[in-house]
Nanobody, 121 residues
Framework: QVQLVESGGGLVQAGGSLRLSCAAS????????MGWFRQAPGKEREFVSA????????YYKDSVKGRFTISRNNAKNTVYLQMNSLKPEDTAVYHC??????????????WGQGTQVTVSS
């Protein structure tokens, strides 16, 4: 089993930045591909970004390319999502997920509880 705990969410003005962290425990994190998803009120959960176990490959939703950066530190069992130039439409609960680098949420085995990101206009 893997436990995932997100942190770093909050309220920020449009154009601002936040860095989300996802701390993993319970098994060998360095073997896991990881992803970030988000879910806004009344909307389906959507893929945001993913990273392979080595950090060698990263993937992004088109609307966040150039603004968000995913990274990981396997020594700290943590994956990050640096979010810059935030827009009100980025407002959502952000979840980290483990076990895949797919844009499909059903391919991930492990999920965190989520952290709220609110971007004011």
């Amino acid at each position: 089993q893997v436990q995932l705990v997100e942190s770093g969410g909050g309220l920020v003005q449009a154009g601002g930045s936040l860095r989300l962290s996802c701390a993993a425990s319970g098994r060998t994190f360095s073997n896991l591909n990881m992803g970030w998803f988000r879910q806004a009120p009344g909307k389906e959960r959507e893929f945001v970004s993913a990273i392979t176990w080595s950090g060698g490959n990263t993937y992004y939703k088109d609307s966040v390319k150039g603004r968000f950066t995913i990274s990981r530190n396997n020594a700290k069992n943590t994956v990050y999502l640096q979010m810059n130039s935030l827009k009100p439409e980025d407002t959502a609960v952000y979840h980290c997920a483990g076990g895949s680098n797919s844009p499909r949420s059903d391919e991930y085995r492990y999920w965190g509880q989520g952290t709220q990101v609110t971007v004011s206009s």
